[in-house]
């Protein structure tokens, strides 16, 4: 998969790719029992805009709505997958692409298992490689609850700048909450993998 920067590839042409531990690639119908293991936790999906699941019918109601998005053309729902077994145990969502001004959007859950591992590091510093080079992203941006530290540190470490509070931002589950914005451009420093 090779582009130039004059022809950089659109979201539906991300594809695949491999990190030293994970596969991280677009979303299959077959996925969608280990993914209800991932989103049947309600620890797991406590900082989601929605409730855990409790059956295959919510995967594959979550799987429809993904695929709708999809159709867009602003949005790629990715999954994580362990190249030891080929179990999946996470996701990664691309959306609000925005070609015109070159920018993103992140969103990523992993399975409580595996919390604590670098496991989604490893997989998100891929992705955003990929964005950079292969997609010519400028800007890649994700909004977080205040109170997920654990995303705070991650995306920091990743080399993400806190942009600003946004305060009551969203209301899920009958809770309203702020989030802070963070934002990574191509030509910041830090991380050697943008380029």
């Not at 209800?36 to 429809?64: C, I, K, M, S």
Request: charged share 25%; glycine share 8%.
């Amino acid at each position: 998969m090779s582009t130039t920067a004059d022809s950089p590839l659109t979201l539906a042409e991300f594809g695949s790719l491999s990190t030293e531990r994970l596969i991280v690639r677009p979303v299959e119908e077959g996925d969608l029992p280990d993914l209800l293991a991932v989103n049947g936790d309600a620890e797991t999906t406590r900082f989601l805009p929605y409730a855990a699941w409790r059956h295959l019918d919510d995967a594959r109601a979550w799987l429809q709505r993904m695929r709708g998005i999809e159709a867009s053309g602003t949005a790629l729902q990715l999954v994580v997958e362990q190249r030891s077994d080929g179990r999946v145990i996470g996701t990664v969502l691309l959306f609000k692409w925005d070609a015109a001004s070159a920018r993103i959007e992140l969103g990523y859950v992993l399975a409580r298992s595996h919390w604590g591992q670098g496991l989604m590091h490893e997989a998100l510093r891929g992705v955003c490689a990929r964005l950079f080079s292969a997609l010519a992203i400028r800007r890649i941006e994700a909004e977080v609850d205040v109170a997920n530290t654990a995303s705070h540190q991650l995306l920091l470490r990743l080399g993400f700048a806190v942009e600003g509070r946004l305060r009551q931002r969203w209301v899920v589950r009958e809770r309203c909450y702020d989030v802070h914005l963070y934002g990574l451009l191509a030509t910041d420093p830090g991380p050697d993998f943008k380029g």
